[in-house]
């Protein structure tokens, strides 16, 4: 018979020993320091493993990034609802009030087209994404529109996957990103500027950047028009004030979210590559002065944190530049990139930012001279170098305004360095430089923002689109009717205006599963099956052919408000069979 008795207890192993005792001998502090340090190499691992094996590791390698995105925005937003309360505490209302203001800018018009139109990019970009999901990796290591990094595009699908397809979602995904830029860029400053808040100037500190941001033509021109170029300046802003809450107040949340977002700069549109460079600069070399008195396991920390950013900008520069042009760089004649200067200094639209424009010049030419403290003149060389590669980088278009826009990513960098030196200077000079700067963008943010004005409108060049966009939603609605549910419908659209002709790019997002086609001139071609119902569009002089009206009866015609034009069409609806 066996020996039944109390059996003794197992010896740990030598692996589980070493455990135990450092979980005794560490705080919980060190703990998760040690924590964040493993995973941070296995993220930066499983990156590699994803890119180059595909397979099982980049279904496992998305799930984590998206549990990081959301870890990211919850960290972001608990952040900035506890400097909001610090507002409310402190009774800092002009502050809050402006924050509010700008909030509302943003937010502005969204999802209604009679203000905002869809921008044709935009809508591909979020379709692209949606499509992505269906997919066991959702295509998380290939390149979506226009062969740029996927994960952005799943950023941006994800409301619309969540909430259905429409407008208001399209509008909100752009605008919910942007505001996170804005509200964490102020939640930096606050802190910066907390020592001051007895004082007067701290009531209107931390919103003087946010106002020459908006006073920046080309961002405020961008976040109207909701599209991928928006993406780059919008995280440089996240990374701008989170990377001044985690100098001066070193923490593990703040940790998480800034290389979180860095690493993001680094695997999007490609501006934001040139943030993600500095970001890991910013870690590793201008936080030298914070190394003497950060422990040990703090810097290692921040060692492995520039591993992982690191990772992911080398990934996405190799991705990119096997597919050939986004990475490419143009022969450009010195005539031609002082032209182009030129023209962003004094040729950008709603010229009244002229007046900012030279002032940061001079302020960087001071920085560079070394006038100021030697890495001041550090930010400006980056800028410039910055805008001289997205100048001479041809992307997938070599037109000269695209060009320009890519510039915009380095006005968050720009402006905050030249706000905490401006604003940090002592005595009258900062109380009277303060107030001036709070005028000049005030009054610049203002003419870039407003809209109904004719003269300031930035949406006046796409007023076309606007008859895509109404066509679009009501196609949207014809196929959410009982009589098209479960069907593929076609959609034929005869217009006379060669810019309404790329109904596909609208569709594709509110109306997946509309085949679209369309003309501005002759016939479309008949190879498609109308078995699934047909939806006809016929937009002004261009009229529905009259072998559809012998087939299927007179058209309706009416006539639609756009953009404060009477615009006739002819419409035949037939359901699938």
């Known amino acids: 018979m066996k020996d039944i008795g109390i059996r003794k207890k197992k010896s740990p192993t030598k692996t589980e020993a070493h455990f135990i005792t450092f979980l005794l001998e560490n705080p919980p502090q060190k703990r998760a320091v040690a924590v964040l340090c493993a995973i941070h190499l296995l993220l930066a691992l499983m990156e590699l493993l994803a890119f180059f094996f595909d397979g099982v590791f980049a279904v496992i390698v998305s799930r984590a990034w998206m549990c990081a995105l959301l870890i990211f925005f919850v960290l972001s937003y608990k952040m900035i609802a506890q400097t909001i309360m610090k507002d409310v505490k402190e009774k ?25 139109s869809l921008n044709y990019e935009s809508t591909q970009q979020l379709a692209i994404g949606l499509r992505a999901f269906s997919k066991p990796d959702w295509d998380f290591t290939s390149l979506g529109f226009l062969g740029y990094p996927m994960r952005q595009y799943l950023m941006l699908a994800l409301p619309s996957l969540l909430f259905g397809r429409s407008m208001f979602m399209l509008h909100f995904s752009f605008d919910f990103i942007f505001a996170t830029g804005i509200l964490l860029y102020y939640c930096g400053f606050r802190r910066v500027f907390q020592n001051e808040r007895k004082s007067i100037l701290s009531k209107i500190a931390a919103v003087i950047p946010l106002l020459a941001i908006l006073g920046s033509p080309y961002v405020s021109e961008y976040i109207k028009i909701r599209e991928q170029s928006i993406l780059p300046p919008a995280f440089a802003l996240m990374a701008c004030g989170l990377f001044m809450v985690l100098y001066l107040t070193f923490s593990v949340e703040s940790l998480v979210t800034f290389s979180f977002c860095a690493a993001f700069l680094g695997s999007m549109y490609t501006p934001g590559l040139a943030v993600a460079a500095l970001a890991i600069y910013a870690i590793v070399f201008w936080n030298y ?30 991705s990119l530049s096997r597919t050939g042009n986004q990475l490419s760089v143009e022969t450009a004649s010195t005539e031609y990139i002082l032209a182009t200067l030129k023209q962003i200094v004094t040729e950008t639209p709603y010229g009244l930012f002229r007046l900012f424009t030279p002032i940061l010049l001079l302020f960087c030419v001071i920085a560079a001279g070394g006038f100021l403290k030697t890495y001041d003149g550090l930010i400006p060389l980056w800028a410039l170098l910055t805008v001289l590669t997205a100048i001479s980088m041809r992307g997938y278009t070599a037109n000269s305004s695209f060009a320009i826009q890519r510039t915009m990513v380095v006005a968050p960098v720009i402006v905050a360095h030249f706000s905490i030196r401006v604003i940090g200077f002592k005595g009258p000079i900062q109380i009277a430089g303060s107030y001036a700067l709070l005028a000049l963008f005030s009054f610049a943010a203002i003419m870039n923002i407003v809209d109904p004005l004719p003269v300031l409108s930035t949406n006046i060049k796409f007023q076309a689109q606007s008859v895509n966009t109404y066509i679009s939603g009501e196609v949207q609605k014809i196929t959410r009717m009982p009589s098209f549910r479960d069907s593929k419908p076609v959609l034929l659209y005869y217009t006379d205006d060669v810019w309404d002709s790329n109904i596909y790019d609208y569709t594709c997002y509110l109306a997946p599963d509309v085949t679209a086609h369309s003309t501005y001139e002759g016939e479309i071609d008949r190879n498609y099956d109308p078995s699934g119902g047909l939806i006809l569009y016929a937009k002004g002089s261009a009229r529905i052919p009259e072998s559809f009206i012998q087939q299927y009866g007179e058209p309706e015609t009416f006539e639609q408000n756009i953009r404060g034009a009477r615009v006739s069409f002819q419409r035949i609806i037939v359901f699938p069979y």
Not at 92 to 116: C, E, H, K, P, T
Not at 294 to 301: A, E, F, G, I, Y
Not at 306 to 318: N, R
């Open 92 to 116: 800092n209302y002009f502050a809050l009030a402006i924050l509010a203001g700008v909030m509302a800018l943003v937010f502005w018009g969204s999802g209604d087209q009679s203000v905002r």
């Open 289 to 318: 002065k914070k190394w003497r008195v950060l422990p040990k396991d703090h810097r290692v920390l921040l060692c492995f944190t520039a591993f992982y950013i690191g990772t992911l900008l080398m990934l996405t520069i190799f």
